[in-house]
T-cell receptor, first 113, second 117 residues
Framework: KAGVTQTPRYLIKTRGQQVTLSCSPI?????VSWYQQTPGQGLQFLFE???????NKGNFPGRFSGRQFSNSRSEMNVSTLELGDSALYLC????????????FGQGTRLTVV | AQSVAQPEDQVNVAEGNPLTVKCTYS??????LFWYVQYPNRGLQFLLK??????LVKGSYGFEAEFNKSQTSFHLKKPSALVSDSALYFC???????????????FGTGTQLKVEL
């Protein structure tokens, strides 16, 4: 079956701009989570959506937001980009239960210049 | 709040030798524990998990991990390492038994495994 698809794979944006990243989960998975990966901070949880509702939120500023659509596809948006937002953004899809493993997309590499 | 520690930034091992990548955790209640592997410029791939039951769990590509509740550890092991195992390995935890707690994974900082000929 098809895996988690993230688009685009690479992005270059200028400071102050905004960006939208997209994630299509595995068919049947209704939970979508987003993570930020940087060399300095490692893997950090951004937020999780389930049935179009944000179920969990990490410690990121309000510039980071997300949403989930009725088909479980999710988007995350970062406004007023800062240089420090440069990172690999990973999307993970999973079933409802936390004892099931998450499946990750290949990520979107965002570079802010 | 939960946390995961991976005390070694890098582990070097010769091909054919056994390997161990260490992980300790801190969580309220029973943990759900996971190991993931990441190859360059790729997402994370699931290797194995511990939920309940047998303390020794087997996963993909010949990897296994041993859950030790008293030591709060979940070390990743493989009897015979391959050069192709060279990658970045992450241990992660979710607090178990939390109704509606969601799927928020807390990751360790990662351990770079280098297997040499």
């Amino acid at each position: 079956k098809a895996g988690v698809t993230q688009t685009p794979r690479y992005l270059i944006k200028t400071r102050g701009q905004q960006v939208t990243l997209s994630c299509s989960p595995i068919s049947g998975h209704r939970s979508v989570s987003w993570y930020q990966q940087t060399p300095g901070q490692g893997l950090q949880f951004l937020f999780e959506y389930f049935s179009e509702t944000q179920r969990n939120k990490g410690n990121f500023p309000g510039r980071f937001s997300g949403r989930q659509f009725s088909n479980s596809r999710s988007e995350m948006n970062v406004s007023t980009l800062e240089l420090g937002d440069s990172a690999l953004y990973l999307c993970a899809s999973s079933k409802l239960e936390p004892n099931t493993e998450a499946f990750f997309g290949q990520g979107t590499r965002l570079t802010v210049v | 709040a939960q946390s995961v520690a991976q005390p070694e930034d890098q582990v070097n091992v010769a091909e054919g030798n056994p390997l161990t990548v260490k992980c300790t955790y801190s969580v309220s209640g029973n943990p759900y524990l996971f190991w993931y592997v990441q190859y360059p410029n790729r997402g994370l791939q699931f290797l194995l998990k511990y939920i309940t039951g047998d303390n020794l769990v087997k996963g993909s590509y010949g990897f296994e991990a041993e859950f030790n509740k008293s030591q709060t550890s979940f070390h990743l092991k493989k009897p015979s390492a391959l050069v192709s195992d060279s990658a970045l390995y992450f241990c992660a935890v979710i607090p178990g038994g939390v109704t509606g707690g969601g799927n928020k994974l807390t990751f360790g900082t990662g351990t770079q495994l280098k297997v040499e000929l």
